[in-house]
T-cell receptor, first 116, second 112 residues
Framework: GAVVSQHPSRVICKSGTSVKIECRSL??????MFWYRQFPKQSLMLMATSNEGSKATYEQGVEKDKFLINHASLTLSTLTVTSAHPEDSSFYICSATPGGLHTEAFFGQGTRLTVV | GQQLNQSPQSMFIQEGEDVSMNCTSS?????WLWYKQDPGEGPVLLIALYKAGELTSNGRLTAQFGITRKDSFLNISASIPSDVGIYFCAGRSPEGAQKLVFGQGTRLTINP
């Protein structure tokens, strides 16, 4: 299967600082990537769709100024949590789809963000 | 918005038993995907289904795309300890572009 790499896997930051999470498709190009947030013992919640070369599309209730998404190349999307607060602590996961006839989505390893 | 109802929410079984879980939707999907997630990891794709009625196997796993296009099931035969984890169904609707809708997950626990 296709490989999606997410970095870092864990990060601890202080309140008020910003944190950048990277999502890379290692062996395919992805014009679209997705960012999810997952709370303990819950399912994945779609935050936004990252579009290469254009603005991201955010789901209802997700603050675009809080969660900045940049998709500058066909293999890299970044999510920046700005001015992080403890309530932003969560598990963030990205996914990408190789495209073509079959459209499976492959996920990164996830990033555990802890804001102290 | 679209929702997937996944059941059961949790299962406690003995090693060697078979497992069955399913997802239903109020609307039609054109793709069904089944994932397994281990603690602290991202979901890993198990099986992908693209046609109504399609039955696909991956080792001890078997999944089917319902004829009505509104449901799918996943079976695991002869469970082993490494099957422990959370299983998610996910569907893609004809109108949803590449977006996936996820079920609530089934947490599988196996007693050795």
């Amino acid at each position: 299967g296709a490989v999606v790499s997410q970095h870092p896997s864990r990060v601890i930051c202080k309140s008020g600082t910003s944190v950048k999470i990277e999502c890379r498709s290692l062996d395919f190009q992805a014009t679209t990537m997705f960012w999810y947030r997952q709370f303990p013992k819950q399912s994945l919640m779609l935050m936004a769709t990252s579009n290469e070369g254009s603005k991201a599309t955010y789901e209802q209730g997700v603050e675009k100024d809080k969660f900045l998404i940049n998709h500058a190349s066909l293999t890299l999307s970044t999510l920046t949590v700005t001015s992080a607060h403890p309530e932003d602590s969560s598990f963030y996961i990205c996914s990408a789809t190789p495209g073509g006839l079959h459209t499976e989505a492959f996920f990164g390893q996830g990033t555990r963000l802890t804001v102290v | 918005g679209q929702q997937l109802n996944q059941s059961p929410q949790s299962m406690f079984i003995q090693e060697g038993e078979d497992v069955s879980m399913n997802c239903t939707s109020s609307s039609i999907f054109n793709t069904w995907l089944w994932y397994k997630q281990d603690p602290g990891e991202g979901p890993v794709l198990l099986i992908a289904l693209y046609k109504a009625g399609e039955l696909t196997s991956n080792g001890r796993l078997t999944a089917q795309f319902g004829i009505t296009r509104k449901d799918s099931f996943l079976n695991i035969s002869a469970s082993i300890p490494s099957d422990v984890g959370i299983y998610f169904c996910a569907g893609r609707s004809p109108e949803g572009a590449q977006k996936l809708v996820f079920g609530q997950g089934t947490r599988l626990t196996i007693n050795p």
